[in-house]
């Protein structure tokens, strides 16, 4: 949730400090934060599928879709950091208005995950 939002910040910065500042802020929550939650997020799904064999994803559509979701977010957050390579390299293209629009995917997602996990709808 937060990296769209400094994104939001840093498009809107002009002065030198500023821009280096979230640069700073960005690296270190893709790099220390978000990347290692990730990693840490699939290993512990894929221990599960493993654990509990994949005869069970065949019966649970809603599963399926809940992961097709978290697959969706990695690319999410991979395209997130290809943005904060255009920013380090001085090329961002977008406006503070396209990361605000950008910062409610992550929240559309989780309240359709939180629905399919919760009431596990028969598809």
């Known amino acids: 949730f937060y990296l769209p939002r400094l994104y939001v910040y840093h498009s809107s910065s002009f002065d030198e400090t500023s821009i280096q500042r979230f640069e700073l802020m960005e690296r270190k929550l893709y790099r220390g934060i978000m990347w290692p939650s990730m990693l840490l997020t699939l290993g512990t799904g894929i221990g599960l599928i ?14 399926q879709i809940k992961i097709l979701i978290v697959i969706s977010l990695c690319v999410y957050q991979l395209y997130l950091g290809r943005l904060r390579k255009e920013f380090v390299l001085r090329t961002n293209k977008h ?15 989780l309240i359709a995950i939180i629905f399919l996990a919760v009431f596990k709808p028969s598809l």
């Open 95 to 109: 406006g503070h208005i396209f990361y605000r629009w950008l910062n409610e995917v992550p929240v559309i997602a």
């Open 50 to 63: 493993i654990i509990n064999g994949t005869s069970w994803l065949s019966q649970s559509p809603w599963l």
